[in-house]
């Protein structure tokens, strides 16, 4: 994946929180949150992926008690460092800011007024939201209560070393686009049709995670060619090796794929949250190859 090194970069839609405390949010937990990796603090992973509690892979972001008061924004080093493409190609903080850019910019061409932008939250350790406190181990996620999505960027290290994921640029963005398809579905009013803490192989979870796949590979279809303000793609470049690296992460976050692997050994269907490997590698091909978001309606059909 290559970024368009002319191409200008807009850090606007990044909260740099990264060098602040953790604010206290109270609200209700998350809903499908982050990439199904976990949803819940790493020391409780293994407790739950083994089977044990009654929250699967976690589809909902354990809501802690307030974890601090301040937390602000600091963008200056963003705005001085990732003012180009050419240094979206050096900088992961810069790639992921033309991520979030270009996907935006295709979901208000998509939607046009009816979509409302909004912005990504980078931080460390851990970051107080609307729906909670949250810490690293919740892996990236969307909070609809204040409409923000969280990462701590060195979640994409752990996607590889953690999770065996080959990684790269385009997995990295197919993990930001896997978010915004989670506000686009706060948007639209689709997660109303899901019922919090269900679980299950056909649940709402699963059918909202797996639209969210399907919703990252139509921006991906899209992603060469979706101008900026200046009329330019910000995205140079996606190739074959990077859309085949975004289905190995999409199989090694699968509900199946973390059971076997990280947790107890055992997969449990009815814990999934998320979808198996293959439901994700589907849904996110479905996508990619419609460039349709009609295409993504997991709730309208049994075959999932």
Do not use: K
């Not at 979870?205 to 910000?234: I, K, Y």
């Amino acid at each position: 994946m290559r970024y368009s090194e002319g191409a200008d970069l807009d850090p606007s839609g990044v909260q740099d929180r990264r060098d602040g405390g953790m604010g206290g949010g109270r609200g209700l937990a998350v809903g499908g949150g982050g990439l199904g990796l976990v949803g819940v603090l790493v020391l409780v992973l293994f407790q739950v992926l083994g089977g044990g509690g009654d929250g699967g892979t976690g589809a909902a972001l354990v809501q802690l008690s307030a974890l601090g008061e301040g937390q602000t924004a600091d963008n200056r080093q963003l705005e001085q460092q990732c003012r180009t493409g050419a240094d979206a190609n050096e900088s992961l903080d810069c790639a992921v800011v033309a991520d979030i850019e270009s996907v935006q910019d295709y979901w208000s061409g998509v939607l046009g007024p009816e979509y409302r932008p909004t912005d990504t939250v980078f931080f460390n350790g851990g970051v107080g939201t609307d729906c909670g406190g949250a810490t690293s181990g919740s892996g990236p996620f969307y909070c609809p209560a204040d409409e923000l999505v969280y990462i701590d960027l060195s979640f994409f290290d752990t996607l590889q070393q953690q999770f065996g994921a080959e990684g790269g640029l385009f997995v990295n963005a197919y993990v930001i686009a896997h978010e915004y398809g989670h506000h686009v579905q706060n948007v639209l009013g689709i997660n109303q049709q899901v019922t919090p803490g269900e679980t299950g192989p056909a649940s709402g979870t699963v059918r909202l995670e797996l639209q969210a796949d399907c919703f990252a590979g139509a921006w991906a279809n899209h992603a060469e060619t979706v101008p900026d303000e200046s009329g330019e793609p910000l995205i140079a470049e996606i190739t074959q090796d990077d859309v085949d690296r975004a289905l190995d992460a999409a199989a090694r976050i699968g509900d199946d794929f973390i059971q076997q692997n990280l947790g107890g050994g055992t997969v449990d269907q009815d814990a999934f949250t998320h979808g198996s490997s293959e439901q994700r590698q589907r849904w996110f091909t479905t996508g990619y190859e419609t460039g349709d978001p009609a295409q993504c309606d997991t709730f309208a059909t049994d075959d999932l």
